[in-house]
């Protein structure tokens, strides 16, 4: 799954409105000790009861927010949008109720303003700076007025409009540059720190890959003898009843084995070729469902070639073996599967429907990761190896249960297809 780099993801999203809530409340408790101390003890002539009811319902607010950022339900960038201009129009209240813009906490509107440019995307940030831009300037004509923090009993009357003048037109020019430069920051920090993670993730999967490879190598080797054993037992026991057709099956089946391991030694070789011909898509596709049926022999496949163009392609050897996986899957699972192929000049798609049991949605998330998975004698490596191997190539792999709740799984091949000339 891709997301969009302005997007906050599903934990960093409940941190930040978490920690939006303790911001709130150090707000909340800095507003209310100011109010008790300028109304009890050193009165300026505030309007006590409203700013003690806009105080309540904000500390309300700011409860319900806390108990969200604990809930498991997804916050997405306009939720969290939603809030910071919840924080303005409070604000904006508290400040009209206690001299406008000539509070000196005016410059708090830049606290939502940076919150926005670091979590949210640059068209929410523009608004919440716009909106904090647009709630300060009202204050300048709309407020109660309030004479001890006045500028005016401080100074002239027009130094006192220049001197708000001038604060808010420090304010703009402050909310333009956070807006600008550090949510570009932000955002090339967050592009930075996916990119690590993706690049530890890639490590990990092909330390991953190199010692299933290892493994692999070992095992072929060892299956060797056991194999030609079991083949000269075999042959014996078709010469004896050559009209035994499980006899006959299971010579091929053993058959199919050592041209396995035959094919192992031969892509390790062209893997390491520097050039691959190009061969037609159709045929190609055509012989790995062939191998795939030999493989099955009591499978029931229904394969369609969707109308496509004749094109040929460059096919990496290891491509064949991850496809035969995520089959072999399809076919664990059911012994109905239904195949459809369709290609154009650029990629190739194959849709695989099983109608086994489907996904379990509890482990739906951890499929793919190696020596993880849902079948009771899986080896947990057929999916994982596919992914990596189909990802290395510009593919990818989806799973997901059918749709119209009917039983079964629908995987999803996208495969580019490299030309011969590129």
């Known amino acids: 799954m891709t997301t969009n780099n302005s997007q906050q993801t599903y934990s960093a999203a409940r941190q930040n409105l978490f920690r939006l809530s303790l911001i709130r409340g150090v707000a909340l408790i800095g507003q209310v000790l100011a109010l008790i101390y300028f109304s009890a003890i050193n009165p300026i002539g505030l309007p006590a009861n409203a700013i003690a009811l806009v105080l309540a319902i904000y500390a309300s607010v700011t409860v ?61 940030s523009i608004l919440i700076a716009v909106t904090a831009l647009g709630a300060y300037s009202l204050l300048l ?38 807006i600008y430069f550090i949510s570009r920051m932000a955002s090339a920090l967050k592009i930075q720190q996916q990119a690590l993670a993706l690049q530890r993730e890639t490590q990990l999967r092909n330390e991953q890959l190199l010692a299933v490879g290892t493994l692999a190598a070992g095992t072929a080797h060892e299956l060797g003898t056991p194999l030609n054993t079991m083949k000269l037992l075999v042959d014996d026991m078709v010469s004896s009843a050559p009209d035994n057709k499980d006899t006959i099956l299971l010579n091929q089946q053993i058959e199919q084995c050592k041209t396995t391991l035959k094919q192992l030694l031969t892509t390790a070789e062209q893997s390491q070729s520097i050039q691959l011909e190009p061969q037609s898509v159709q045929s ?139």
């Open 64 to 124: 319900a927010t806390w108990q969200r950022s604990r809930m498991q339900v997804p916050i997405a960038d306009n939720e969290f949008f939603i809030h910071l201009l919840a924080d303005i129009l409070f604000f904006s209240v508290l400040l009209y109720f206690s001299g406008g813009a000539s509070n000196p906490f005016i410059s708090y509107y830049l606290i939502p303003i940076s919150i926005a440019a670091i979590t949210v995307s640059r068209q929410y």
């Open 141 to 178: 004509k709309y407020y109660v007025p309030i004479a001890a923090i006045a500028p005016s009993s401080h100074h002239g009357a027009s130094n006192g409009s220049l001197h708000v003048l001038g604060m808010w037109a420090n304010f703009a020019v402050s909310a333009g540059i956070i």
């Open 284 to 422: 190609y596709f055509t012989e790995i469902l062939e191998r795939w049926q030999l493989m099955r022999p009591r499978l029931k496949a229904n394969i369609n070639f969707i109308d496509s163009p004749d094109s040929s392609a460059v096919f990496e050897p290891t491509i064949a073996q991850s496809i035969l996986n995520l089959l072999n899957n399809a076919a664990d699972a059911s012994q109905n599967v239904d195949v459809c192929l369709s290609w154009n000049p650029a990629t190739a798609n194959i849709e695989i429907r099983d109608y086994g049991t489907g996904l379990d949605l509890g482990e739906v998330d951890r499929l793919g990761q190696a020596f993880v998975t849902d079948k009771a004698d899986g080896l947990g490596l057929g999916l994982f190896l596919s992914q990596a191997t189909l990802s290395r190539f510009g593919g990818s792999v989806s799973l997901q249960n059918a749709a119209n709740s009917d039983p079964g799984t629908l995987t999803h091949i996208l495969l580019p297809l490299a030309q011969g000339a590129e």
